[in-house]
């Protein structure tokens, strides 16, 4: 009963751990955005330990995790999650990357949703070197958003027409 006792005190404290780490490189899993006639007008985003804008969203209507990236031109996928996607590979092409030039592939997102900020086809790069499961969200989806950084905060919202 001790063993029990023990193993199950390990995979509590493991589990209430992981939860901690999870929330501190994303603090934005419940993103605060504030709604206009049918879709979230404004995102506020709240920046993770290490100064990034980490948050979940979805690609045609699957959910992915989003690294807000000013200094990518399209949103960037990893070849694996693009494959989980069933996104088409368009034409190749090189891209230079912070870690090189590399190999792409051009393809469309039917839809990209940040907390109820809609954008429908989407231009974004598949990358086979890129690892991890971040979606690299890059200047195709954000350049349709005013951007405002204040603090720890990041505000991304609709222009006004």
């Given at each position: 009963?001790?063993?029990?006792?023990?193993?199950?005190?390990?995979?509590?404290l493991t589990l209430f751990f992981s939860n901690i780490l999870d929330q501190q490189h994303n603090p934005n899993r419940d993103i605060m955005s504030v709604s206009g006639n049918s879709?979230?007008?404004?995102v506020v985003l709240q920046r993770n330990r290490?100064?990034?804008?980490?948050a979940d969203g979805r690609i045609n209507g699957e959910i992915v995790r989003f690294l807000v990236d000013t200094?990518?031109?399209?949103?960037?996928?990893?070849?694996?999650?693009?494959?989980?996607?069933n996104l088409k590979r368009g034409r190749s092409g090189v891209s230079r990357t912070a870690n090189g030039?590399?190999?792409?592939?051009?393809t469309r997102?039917?839809?990209?949703?940040?907390?109820?900020?809609?954008?429908?086809?989407?231009?974004?790069?598949i990358l086979?070197?890129?690892?991890g499961s971040e979606v690299l969200l890059g200047?195709?989806?954000?350049?349709?958003?005013?951007?405002?950084?204040?603090?720890?905060?990041?505000?991304?919202?609709?222009?006004?027409?």
């Amino acid at each position: 009963m001790i063993y029990l006792a023990w193993i199950l005190a390990l995979g509590l404290l493991t589990l209430f751990f992981s939860n901690i780490l999870d929330q501190q490189h994303n603090p934005n899993r419940d993103i605060m955005s504030v709604s206009g006639n049918s879709h979230a007008s404004q995102v506020v985003l709240q920046r993770n330990r290490m100064g990034h804008y980490v948050a979940d969203g979805r690609i045609n209507g699957e959910i992915v995790r989003f690294l807000v990236d000013t200094g990518a031109t399209d949103v960037a996928i990893p070849a694996e999650l693009a494959q989980r996607l069933n996104l088409k590979r368009g034409r190749s092409g090189v891209s230079r990357t912070a870690n090189g030039d590399t190999v792409t592939w051009a393809t469309r997102l039917e839809s990209v949703d940040l907390g109820g900020l809609v954008q429908y086809d989407v231009r974004a790069s598949i990358l086979p070197g890129m690892s991890g499961s971040e979606v690299l969200l890059g200047m195709s989806y954000l350049k349709h958003l005013e951007l405002t950084q204040r603090g720890g905060e990041l505000m991304l919202r609709r222009p006004r027409d």
